[in-house]
């Protein structure tokens, strides 16, 4: 992804399972304002799709995630 996201507020989950990314992720978006961007770093091999779901049922929209070697990032914008 070229463009990156501007954020306010970044999140490091590495090394944690599924749910706990998300969950700190949930408690993260509740922080920040509406229309803001929370970036979440994660090493759980499902997360790409666990974030995917996790926009979907919430409406935080997804606005990018980049996956690396040993890590993905995801970029939620706070409905």
């Not at 409406?59 to 990018?64: A, D, F, I, Q, V």
């Amino acid at each position: 992804m070229s463009d990156t996201p501007s954020y306010v507020l970044e999140v490091d989950t590495s090394g944690l399972v599924c749910p706990l990314p998300i969950l700190k992720a949930k408690k993260a978006l509740a922080t920040i304002e509406s229309g803001q961007v929370l970036k979440v770093i994660t090493t759980d091999k499902n997360a790409i799709k666990d974030f995917q779901a996790f926009s979907a049922q919430t409406k935080n929209e997804l606005l990018g995630q980049e996956v690396f070697d040993t890590n993905a990032v995801h970029y939620l914008k706070r409905r």
